[in-house]
C-alpha cells in the first residue's frame, strides 16, 4: 500500500557531476509530475508524463534537464553537468489521470 | 509568475483558535486544491473544490472558492499543534489537456501550544 516513492532522499554532487532522480509512483497510477522547490517558495511544475511518454515539458529547462517514464521501473528526472542553481527539492507526484495528485517526500540536490 | 498567491506569508496563533489562510489566482481553472507541508516532507492532499462549487468541508477543514474574485479561503478550525506546516494552494487551470498543478508560495502556520 505505498505511496509515491522517490529516491534517493538526499542527493549530493560536485558541479558538472550528473544527478539522477527517481520516483515510483503509487500503484495503479501511470501518470507522473516532477516539480521543483527552492527554499522558502511553493513547488513549480517542470514535466508531466505518462507511460514511456512526454505530454508537457513547458517547466523543464532546455538544457541539462530530461525525463523519462519507461515502459519497466520508475521515472527519473535526469540533470546533467550540475550547477549550483539545480540545488533545490525535487517532488515527484502521481495520479490516475485525474486530480488530485499524490506526492512523494521528495528528493533534496545539494551541489557543493 | 506564480498563478496562486496566498496570504498571509506566515501566520502565528494559539492553539484553540482558528486559521484563516487565503489565496488569488489570475486564469480559469478546472478546481482548485489546498495541500500541507511538514518540514522536509511532501505535500499532503487536504481538500480539492471544484469551480462550480463554493464552500466544502473536511473536518477541521473549510474551504470556499470565488470564481468571481478568483480566490479561496482556507479556515482552520479548533487548531492544533500538529498543525503546525506550510499550507499551499494549488490551480489546476481549465486548459484542455492540461495537468500541471500551479502553486502559491505558500503561508507557513505556527500554531503556538
Known amino acids: 500500500n505505498a505511496g509515491v516513492m522517490q529516491n534517493p532522499r538526499h542527493l549530493v554532487r560536485r558541479r558538472g557531476q550528473e544527478a539522477r532522480l527517481r520516483c515510483s509512483p503509487m500503484?495503479?497510477?501511470?501518470?507522473v509530475y516532477w516539480y521543483r522547490q527552492l527554499p522558502e517558495e511553493g513547488l513549480k511544475f517542470m514535466v508531466y508524463l505518462q507511460k514511456e511518454n512526454i505530454i508537457d515539458e513547458s517547466g523543464m529547462p532546455k538544457e541539462r534537464f530530461s525525463a523519462e517514464f519507461p515502459k519497466e521501473g520508475p521515472s527519473i528526472l535526469r540533470i546533467q553537468q550540475v550547477v549550483r542553481g539545480d540545488s533545490a527539492a525535487y517532488f515527484c507526484a502521481s495520479s490516475n489521470g485525474n486530480q488530485p495528485q499524490h506526492f512523494g517526500d521528495g528528493t533534496r540536490l545539494s551541489i557543493l | 509568475s506564480q498563478q496562486g498567491e496566498e496570504d498571509p506569508q506566515a501566520l502565528s496563533i494559539q492553539e484553540g483558535e482558528n486559521a484563516t489562510m487565503n489565496c488569488s489566482y489570475k486564469?480559469?481553472?478546472?478546481?482548485l486544491q489546498w495541500y500541507r507541508q511538514n518540514s522536509g516532507r511532501g505535500l499532503v492532499h487536504l481538500i480539492l473544490?471544484?469551480?462550480?462549487?463554493r464552500e466544502k468541508h473536511s473536518g477541521r477543514l473549510r474551504v470556499t472558492l470565488d470564481t468571481s474574485k478568483k480566490s479561496s479561503s482556507l479556515l482552520i478550525t479548533a487548531s492544533r499543534a500538529a498543525d503546525t506546516a506550510s499550507y499551499f494552494c494549488?490551480?489546476?487551470?481549465?486548459?484542455?489537456?492540461?495537468?500541471?498543478?500551479?502553486f502559491g508560495q505558500g503561508t507557513r502556520l505556527t500554531i503556538n501550544p
Open positions: 473544490i471544484r469551480s462550480n462549487e
Open positions: 500503484k495503479g497510477h501511470s501518470h
Open positions: 486564469t480559469s481553472i478546472n478546481n
Open positions: 494549488a490551480t489546476d487551470p481549465s486548459i484542455q489537456g492540461a495537468q500541471k498543478l500551479v
